[in-house]
């Protein structure tokens, strides 16, 4: 029986957030003011779903102009020249965090050293007199002015976790207790709205703990009352507990044999966001204008592209998953205004999987609009793809190599998916090991999703999404019809996943601790973005009306890309020994 408290290989991170450029010298570079065509580089030389569900499923693909990117995403690019005068490389308070030895294998936390972690809150940042940035804490934002300070759903979560487990403990190990958390037993401080929350909250974690000690009948006890305070149209802690509860139904059914996996699997077949996220809808063009993490770890990742390929006048480029291709739009906009080394071939081979005529389909029409894109930037362009059954197939001799050519390698969330099929992901490495690129460049998920520990996985979820429900709160106001798609198809997806067991769940997260394990084992080591990269991020970051709240952090050499102080992606740039 699995015990509430045997949090193993779960921890809270206590986030620094970093600022990276100085003050407003990089956001007037240019005259850039346009969050969707201004972004720029820097050069080396100075019921509706299922409306949604049936406009997925009838999607037509065909041939259009190169134009047809603009109509969803207008990347037409000012070029942003990195003056060392004007931008000076500076010592900046970078958070290193100790590296983990051990694969899969972090040290044991107790719940009150979890939560004290958790309970000073994550770090935000205030102006000060100066040009560089300082952390503040959240809570004495809270503290000090709360007329004016709205708690985060992250904030709420945080205290209802703390309150659940001082309310668990026995009196002697409550009397010992060093979180010190501001709010404590009490309310006081809150709106009430917000105690309402918390005591929402509250009652969640206490039916996660039910479903943890295998009480399911218990547990099931617990839900009807959650329902009736949660909705799917409420603030944004009412809506993550509505899908949680929604989730913690289905898996107690499952356990008590009331729906069969059988059924439940073929229900989930109707929606499977890693298909139809291979094409774009409305939806997600709407996520990706409107949020700002997708924007910030793609422009940062083909930052670091461009600097690493700087010298070479032949690039091919392996996609590991090209969806769209919209980060190659940026890439070919960026290397026509290199002027040193004037560009000689771009040649990019996208992996596919699945032998479905829908995916060979938009493997195919994103070929075709990138190749017009690059003709009408008169670019040379090669455009190759490798479609294989499963990445486990996946062979050298497959690529289309030339002596000439400078290789690198593309991963843009195309590794979490096969998470799951360790087989297919070590094919994968052992394939690029071979081809030896002169630089790997990753984009993951931030998150321990992949824990045994069914209560692990639900708290490490619980406050991810918690972040992303409050991210969408801020950033789609006036866009409630695709936000209420993207919770109830997409996010709410995700959660039952996450909380399902064994084979049933399809796609997990690891943070960055893990992937490094995992990649040391192919002989690759991790290198350092450069300031340059870091600028980018945040450069494209203020450009949202939300940019604010989008935080970032330095795990080694890795760049978390947060909401809040929550991280929420990575992106990490590698080399082979």
């Not at 720029?40 to 949604?52: I, K, N, R, T, Y």
């Not at 639900?458 to 695709?482: H, P, Q, W």
């Not at 494209?540 to 970032?552: D, E, I, L, M």
């Amino acid at each position: 029986m699995e015990n509430l408290w045997e949090f193993g290989e779960f921890s809270f991170d206590t986030t620094k957030n970093v600022k990276f450029s100085v003050a407003e010298d990089l956001g007037d570079c240019n005259g850039i003011e346009s969050l969707c065509s201004n972004f720029g580089f820097f050069e080396d030389d100075p019921s509706q779903e299922e409306e949604l569900l049936l406009s997925t499923n009838q999607q037509k693909y065909h041939h259009q102009p190169y134009l047809d990117y603009e109509a969803f995403d207008n990347f037409n690019i000012d070029m942003v020249h990195f003056d060392e005068q004007q931008c000076p490389t500076r010592i900046l308070p970078f958070c290193d965090r100790k590296k983990d030895n051990q694969y899969y294998q972090p040290s044991p936390l107790t719940p009150v050293e979890i939560l004290k972690n958790y309970g000073k809150g994550f770090k935000r940042l205030s102006p000060d007199e100066g040009k560089i940035l300082h952390p503040v804490n959240d809570f004495d934002l809270v503290t000090d002015n709360q007329n004016e300070s709205k708690l985060s759903t992250g904030d709420i979560m945080k205290i209802a976790g703390t309150r659940f487990i001082q309310s668990s403990s026995s009196s002697e190990s409550i009397s010992g207790l060093i979180l010190n958390h501001p709010f404590g037993f009490s309310f006081s401080g809150l709106s009430d709205e917000e105690k309402e929350d918390v005591s929402l909250a509250e009652s969640l974690l206490a039916c996660a703990e039910k479903v943890g000690y295998q009480q399911f009948q218990r547990a099931r006890n617990f839900l009807p009352h959650i329902s009736s305070l949660s909705s799917k149209t409420g603030n944004p802690v009412k809506r993550v507990v509505h899908y949680f509860a929604e989730a913690l139904f289905q898996r107690i059914d499952k356990e008590t044999g009331r729906v069969s996996s059988n059924n439940t699997q073929k229900i989930e077949t109707l929606f499977d966001p890693e298909e139809v996220s291979k094409d774009l809808n409305p939806t997600l063009i709407a996520f990706f204008e409107e949020l700002p993490f997708v924007k910030v770890s793609m422009f940062t990742c083909v930052q670091a592209l461009i600097e690493n390929l700087k010298d070479a006048k032949k690039i091919h480029v392996i996609d590991l998953e090209i969806r769209k291709g919209l980060h190659w739009t940026i890439l070919m906009q960026a290397l026509q205004s290199r002027t040193e080394c004037p560009l000689e071939l771009l040649k990019i081979t996208a992996i596919a999987t699945g032998n479905t005529y829908t995916s060979k389909l938009i493997v195919e029409d994103t070929g075709k609009k990138l190749e017009d894109f690059a003709q009408s930037l008169n670019i040379p362009f090669l455009f190759d793809t490798i479609i294989v059954s499963n990445l486990s197939h996946l062979r050298e001799d497959l690529f289309k190599k030339d002596s000439e050519e400078t290789v690198a390698v593309y991963s843009q969330f195309a590794l979490r998916s096969n998470i799951q099929q360790s087989d297919q992901l070590e094919t994968v490495m052992k394939v690029v090991r071979t081809i030896n690129p002169i630089v790997m460049v990753v984009a993951e998920t931030e998150a321990n999703h992949n824990s045994k520990s069914f209560v692990n996985r639900f708290i490490e979820a619980l406050f991810y999404f918690s972040a992303l429900f409050d991210c969408l709160e801020d950033c789609m106001k006036g866009d409630e019809k695709n936000r209420m798609i993207i919770e109830s198809l997409y996010f709410s997806y995700g959660i039952r996943n996450i909380l399902a067991e064994g084979v049933e769940r399809k796609s997990t997260d690891v943070k960055i601790d893990v992937w490094r394990a995992f990649f040391a084992r192919f002989g690759m080591v991790e290198t350092k973005l450069s300031m340059k990269s870091l600028y980018q991020a945040e450069l494209v970051a203020k450009r949202f009306p939300c940019g604010n709240s989008c935080t970032f952090d330095m795990n080694g050499h890795c760049l978390l890309v947060g909401w809040k102080g929550t991280p929420i992606n990575s992106v990490s740039v590698w080399k082979f020994i």
